[in-house]
Every structure is written in structure tokens, then in C-alpha cells.
Nanobody, 116 residues
Framework: VQLQASGGGLVQAGGSLRLSCAAS????????MDWYRQAPGKQRELVAS???????KYENSVKGRFTISRNNANNLVFLQMNSLRPEDTAVYYC???????????WGQGTLVTVSS
């Protein structure tokens, strides 16, 4: 399994970014996918999840601002981030948990920096 995240960068507060994660060597369309983030000095936290059927869940602080989506034809998962705040600054990770292997898979992370 390979997860390749991209799209991070530096943005001013109130701005937007779109993260992408390209998955390979896995049966993408039948699996749930997640985005996590880890801010400096903090634990990694779940930001958003999308099931194989397209149902979504969000961490409370990003509800109404972030949108997770997926493109099964191209094995892609996205995180559209709007109205960004300085507290959204973190490394964002694409994640997948294999139930058959009981193993977590992580992308390499992409840094999002929101300036005030």
C-alpha cells in the first residue's frame, strides 16, 4: 500500500487549500479513508473520514469548513479546506486501516501553514 499526499503550503488565515492523496496497491474503492493532522507539540488527531459508500465524519473544529471527498476511479481522496485558521497549522496525513491485515497505513504527510 502506498499513500502519496500533496497540496500543502503556506496560506493566510481565511484562505483555502485542497489536499490530495493518491492511493496505490490497495483495493481503494471498498475501503474507508481518513485525513489526520499533527500540530507541533500535539498528538495526531483525526480530522475527517469517508467510508467506501461516501459517508463522512469530521472533527468538531473543522465542521463546516473542511470537506472530504473521494474519486474511486482514480484512487484519490481529497480534503478541501476553507476558512483556514492559524490553529489548522499542522502536518496532514492520509490514512487507511486495513481490516484484513489489522495494520495502519500512512502517507508521508503534507505541511499546511496558516499565517495570521
Amino acid at each position: 500500500v502506498q499513500l502519496q499526499a500533496s497540496g500543502g503550503g503556506l496560506v493566510q488565515a481565511g484562505g483555502s487549500l485542497r489536499l490530495s492523496c493518491a492511493a496505490s496497491q490497495m483495493n481503494f474503492e471498498v475501503n474507508d479513508m481518513d485525513w489526520y493532522r499533527q500540530a507541533p507539540g500535539k498528538q495526531r488527531e483525526l480530522v475527517a473520514s469517508i467510508t467506501s459508500g461516501g459517508s463522512t465524519k469530521y472533527e468538531n473544529s473543522v465542521k463546516g469548513r473542511f470537506t472530504i471527498s473521494r474519486n474511486n476511479a482514480n484512487n484519490l481522496v481529497f480534503l478541501q479546506m476553507n476558512s483556514l485558521r492559524p490553529e489548522d497549522t499542522a502536518v496532514y496525513y492520509c490514512h487507511y486501516f486495513s481490516k484484513s491485515r489489522m495494520r495502519h497505513y500512512w502517507g508521508q504527510g503534507t505541511l499546511v501553514t496558516v499565517s495570521s
